[in-house]
């Protein structure tokens, strides 16, 4: 297999520069990524697109940055902040020295315009709840802003990290209308806007001014002049434009090449340990056959996550034996111990304990109902291989899963209706409570609690996860609502995977970073030889 994927990698790379697309090599000190897809567009309070994130992050900055280890909190935007005795006012202290690409001064009004506008219904963020509860944002002076919650909020300063919480320019803004992020973006980050042509190529150019990156960087400012954000949507001219110098790095590397890379001259990896991106299955547990707990625990035990991730990742992703990756905040080892691991035999006993028994076809059935439920995900190479591989696990123990995937296009409109049994998706979490908070809370039905979990209970320890004043309460809050997850098999955890960075001989510092997914983040640290 080693030898095959070298040849293939080498082959491919020797058959680059005959593209016409890819006909040249990257230009001097210009930076070029290559990624799959776009985004609709590139305004932090309206996208939750990875692959709008990546080039946001670059174009703007949020008042905190978080640290490589995913979990300590940095300056950003704000060289300090206090939090009130009642946890309900944040008082950030900004930077003086800070500029929009305009040349226009960074202030606390921006703080407050652009937090305001997030929260704003008008806006129609989809994302506006990872603010808190906003009392207001106010801007005290021009160096000041109290951040005002309704109530206490935990997880404000990791969420303030997020690309969502980028500070824009208000009045871009409100000259582009609808159009912003569209047509161009006015932020204080690394890199300003130059020119967007969709599904093509996003041309940033460096910030003269900027000299205030996170402390996790080690150059306060940009080494490169230009990055060009370049669409590949074909996995293999991906790694020919990279192999052949045409392009500079890219996280967007095919699992089955990963292996084969580490042989190959040209190209250098780096892997982002602390990582947290998800696959999982989850059941709509209001829904005939998997209403039934036995029928969760049995698809528990009967699918073989090892052999699955093995087959459908090629080792570029690690099996997921809990709900949540061990490394990140608000973990619980005693959570992960409730989830059933693979015991087909177990399986087996469960369901035949439960009343299950197997018909003349060999699937089961109780009460005159077939153990058969409908899955529905979206159309990709990864879901394709894993659910394939579910449902010959869960035949063998009588257990009838429909698979019916769906393109992007019109597959997020499919996975908002009751029309599914259980459902496949991956997704990235800052942490426990960030995770949970989104997928178990009654108040997030249909999406995204597509499981229709209402859990008085369960509503209640995550809202004491969020609200507690001290670290010790919201984390036994959030350690007893993963506890009685995982007791009822809400989910079949499936893989969690890796994030590494390929990059070419001329491109050095680059280190994959992990927030929301993203590799480069800032990319501050890169620079090139040639």
């Known amino acids: 297999?080693?030898?095959?994927?070298?040849?293939?990698l080498l082959a491919l790379g020797a058959a680059a520069p005959a593209a016409e697309a890819l006909a040249q090599a990257a230009p001097?000190?210009?930076l070029v990524v290559l990624r799959e897809i776009d985004a609709d567009r590139y305004d932090p309070a309206r996208s939750t697109a990875r692959g709008a994130g990546e080039v946001i992050y670059m174009m703007s900055d949020t008042l905190v940055s978080l640290d490589w280890d995913q979990k300590t909190i940095r300056p950003g935007l704000a060289e300090s902040w206090t939090v009130s005795e009642d946890g309900k006012t944040y008082t950030f202290k900004l930077r003086r020295d800070v500029t929009f690409c305009d040349g226009k001064p960074f202030t606390a009004r921006d703080v407050a315009y652009s937090i305001k506008r997030w929260v704003d219904p008008?806006?129609?963020s989809p994302v506006r709840w990872r603010a808190g509860p906003v009392e207001d944002v106010v801007a005290v002076d021009d160096y000041t802003v109290e951040y005002k919650l309704k109530e206490p909020y935990g997880?404000?300063?990791y969420q303030l990290t997020l690309f969502f919480a980028s500070i824009v320019d208000q009045a871009t803004v409100e000259k582009l209308g609808d159009n912003f992020g569209v047509q161009g973006f006015n932020g204080t980050g690394?890199?300003?806007w130059v020119s967007w042509a969709p599904r093509q190529d996003f041309v940033l150019q460096r910030h003269p001014n900027y000299r205030w990156a996170p402390p996790l960087y080690q150059n306060p400012s940009p080494q490169v002049d230009r990055v060009i954000w370049r669409v590949i949507p074909e996995a293999n001219t991906r790694l020919a434009a990279l192999q052949s110098g045409q392009g500079?790095?890219?996280?967007?590397?095919p699992q089955f090449a990963i292996q084969g890379l580490r042989n190959v001259p040209t190209v250098k990896l780096a892997r982002q340990e602390t990582y947290f991106w998800d696959f999982f299955m989850g059941f709509k547990v209001d829904k005939p056959v998997v209403s039934d707990p036995a029928i969760r625990r049995a698809v528990n035990l009967a699918v073989n996550r090892d052999a699955v991730v093995r087959a459908t990742f090629f080792g570029a992703a690690d099996p997921a034996d809990a709900y949540l990756n061990p490394r990140v905040r608000g973990y619980d080892a005693e959570a992960a111990k409730l989830v059933p691991q693979f015991n087909a035999d177990e399986a087996r006993r469960v369901l035949d304990e439960a009343g299950w028994k197997p018909g003349s076809d060999g699937i089961r059935e109780k009460d005159g109902q077939r153990a058969s439920f409908l899955l529905y995900g979206l159309q990709t190479n990864e879901w394709r291989r894993m659910a394939e591989a579910m449902q010959a696990d869960l035949r063998r123990v009588g257990i009838d899963m429909r698979v019916q995937l769906w393109d992007a296009t019109v597959g997020w409109g499919k996975l908002a209706t009751q029309e599914f049994d259980a459902f496949v998706m991956s997704y990235p979490y800052i942490s426990a409570t960030d995770g949970f908070a989104l997928y178990f809370d009654s108040a997030?039905?249909?999406t995204p609690n597509r499981m229709n979990w209402t859990d008085a209970e369960t509503d209640r320890l995550l809202n004491q996860a969020k609200t507690g004043l001290t670290e010790e309460a919201r984390s036994e809050a959030i350690a007893q609502a993963q506890r009685r997850i995982a007791q009822a098999n809400v989910w079949l955890p499936l893989a969690r995977e890796q994030l590494w960075l390929a990059s070419s001989q001329r491109t050095e510092g680059a280190r994959p970073h992990g927030i929301y997914g993203v590799a480069l983040y800032k990319g501050l640290d890169i620079r090139l030889t040639r």
């Open 1 to 8: 297999m080693k030898n095959w994927l070298y040849a293939g």
């Open 28 to 30: 001097r000190n210009t």
């Open 122 to 124: 008008a806006t129609r």
């Open 155 to 157: 997880e404000l300063l």
């Open 190 to 192: 690394p890199f300003c």
């Open 248 to 253: 500079d790095v890219t996280q967007y590397i």
């Open 444 to 446: 997030n039905k249909p």
